[in-house]
């Protein structure tokens, strides 16, 4: 069944510690990702990943249609062997992230740390419809709202480590290293 994805993505400078310290944010979890792209258009995607937490994977399947703020989504679990399969037969170099799960009232805050492929912390945040996500007030610890921006896709870093595998941290600056970018509001 399609289900639908909203969600807002902003830069972040830094991880936000003392959030989690104070108690204004909660954590939920931490898993490492690596996703790969089997099928890109404009349009749609479908990719493979592996999410592993406390030495424990799951692999997922997903197919994504639309672009922007809302998205059509399909995603199931998949077997190891299928998901090594499909990542042996792609020939790709998957993309790594850490995501940290936090919670603030009733939203969810998903912080991913691409290190140490890219330079770059953003953080992603899913609405439970489209008037949600507009009257959403980025709190002060968000950077610059960048969901919109090509650059700051999934898919255009995976695409950037598929033309060159071993510069992933040196490219990091042109895809959104900038210091001065990921501090500002």
């Known amino acids: 069944m399609m289900s639908q994805e909203i969600e807002r993505k902003f830069m972040l400078g830094r991880f936000p510690e003392q959030e989690i310290r104070e108690g204004y944010l909660q954590f939920i979890s931490r898993k490492e990702i690596d996703q ?11 990719r493979i990943r592996k999410l592993s937490e406390n030495g424990e994977a799951e692999y997922t399947h997903t197919f994504k249609k639309g672009n922007g703020l ?17 990542l042996a037969q792609s020939g790709k170099t998957p993309l790594k992230k850490t995501r940290t799960t936090v919670v603030a009232g009733e939203l969810h805050y998903d912080i991913d740390e691409y290190r140490p492929q890219f330079d770059l912390t953003v953080v992603e ?8 996500a507009h009257r959403f007030a ?24 598929q033309d060159n595998p071993a510069a992933g941290s040196s490219l ?12 500002s509001k």
């Open 36 to 46: 790969t792209y089997l099928a890109l258009s404009k349009g749609e995607e479908i």
């Open 70 to 86: 809302s998205r059509e989504e399909i995603e199931y679990a998949i077997s190891e062997p299928i998901y090594s399969q499909l």
């Open 125 to 132: 945040v899913e609405f439970p419809d489209e008037a949600s």
């Open 138 to 161: 980025a709190p002060d610890w968000f950077g610059r709202e960048v969901g919109s921006e090509e650059e700051y896709r999934n898919k255009k870093l995976w695409r950037s480590l």
């Open 172 to 183: 990091s600056v042109a895809i959104g290293g900038d210091s001065q970018a990921n501090d």
